[in-house]
């Protein structure tokens, strides 16, 4: 049957139509051409499709075969247009993410590892506090945030997707180091160095303390993880800091954390967007990729 997706529509609407007259409407047609195509494709098949009673026409045993089927045929094609749209978005797309400092010690694999299955998108990556992450959300200005916790005042979609635990860490050589059950209570007296205002590493170490009502004795103050990791390794005080952020100094023992109650600290990463955002393909591409595998990706539990 060498029939035409033209003819199948055609023949579509005068059959949802009952008329040829409205169907020619409906498509912005001539009534003789759509008569025409019905009638060519009548001869095709080698039957009637319609008969005429009146002004009204009917669908004849075969036409009604051949609907179901005509059906079929078009919504799979449109089902195929709109696969194809979707990946030559997704192979194509512009990636904006923005994660708190503390997720940048994982962002840079997962985005590897994301690059590798669409290598032609291009990503944006900005790397800031809690505090930045909330303008970004509020400005809708980002596909996708990375985060300690989603904001209580905003109207967003929040998934969480993997364990972020807090510790507190100390120099290898730390008169603590290798004590057991120390009391958060011991730690008083204890010099913290601390993030700056805005990071969400912060916000949850005063409020483990202040749940307590215990007294955190600041040192000095610092915008980086790193800046925090070496200041403690150096034996200026104790740090808190996400796991995810000293995998490396644990390993070549530069770092320890302690054996303090109540700690860690558990906190989670969190995938988020304005409510009611229309993702763009590879950016929902994205959100199900890190749904799915950040969490075998890193395992901060094992460490
Ligand atoms: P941050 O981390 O301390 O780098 O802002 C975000 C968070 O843990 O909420």
């Given amino acids: 049957m060498h029939l035409t997706i033209r003819q199948l529509k055609i023949f579509q ?14 498509l912005h047609l001539s009534q003789p051409a759509v008569s025409m195509q019905v009638k060519q494709l009548e001869e095709k098949v080698g039957q009637s499709l319609f008969e005429q009673v009146g002004k009204r026409v009917y669908l ?3 036409g009604q075969e051949l609907l179901g089927y005509s059906r079929r045929i078009i919504s799979l094609l ?6 194809l749209d979707e990946m030559k978005g997704k192979q194509r797309g512009r990636l904006s993410i923005a994660v708190a400092s503390t997720a940048n010690y994982f962002a840079p694999l997962l985005l590897a590892t994301f690059n590798q299955r669409f290598p032609n998108i291009k990503v944006i990556l900005d790397v800031t506090n809690r505090e930045g992450l909330l303008k970004h959300l509020n400005r809708n200005d980002t596909d996708i945030v ?8 905003m109207d967003v979609d929040a998934h969480r997707f993997m364990d972020n635990p807090l510790d507190v860490i100390a120099s ?3 008169e603590l180091a290798h004590k ?9 007296n204890r010099d913290f160095l601390i993030r700056e205002k805005g990071s969400g590493t912060r916000i949850a170490m005063e409020k483990c303390f202040a749940d307590k009502r215990l007294n955190l004795s600041i040192g000095m103050e610092m915008n ?6 070496q200041a403690v390794q150096a034996g200026l005080g104790l740090g808190i800091v996400s796991r995810h952020t000293i995998a490396m100094e644990l390993e070549t023992n530069r770092l320890v954390i302690l054996d303090v109650e109540s700690f860690p600290i558990m906190r989670h990463w969190y995938i988020v967007h304005p409510a009611g955002k229309r993702l763009s393909a ?10 799915k595998e950040a969490e075998d990706l890193f395992n901060v539990n094992s460490l």
């Fill in 172 to 174: 290898g050589k730390d």
């Fill in 60 to 62: 004849t045993a075969a």
């Fill in 78 to 83: 449109d089902e195929a247009a709109q696969v």
């Fill in 224 to 229: 980086t993880n790193e800046a925090i990791k």
């Fill in 282 to 291: 590879i950016a929902d591409a994205f959100k199900a990729f890190v749904l």
């Fill in 146 to 153: 990375i985060m300690g916790k989603p904001p209580d005042n």
């Fill in 180 to 188: 057991k059950n120390i009391r958060l209570g011991e730690l008083q």
């Fill in 13 to 26: 609407a005068v059959a949802d139509n009952d008329s040829f007259t409205r169907a020619a409407e409906v």
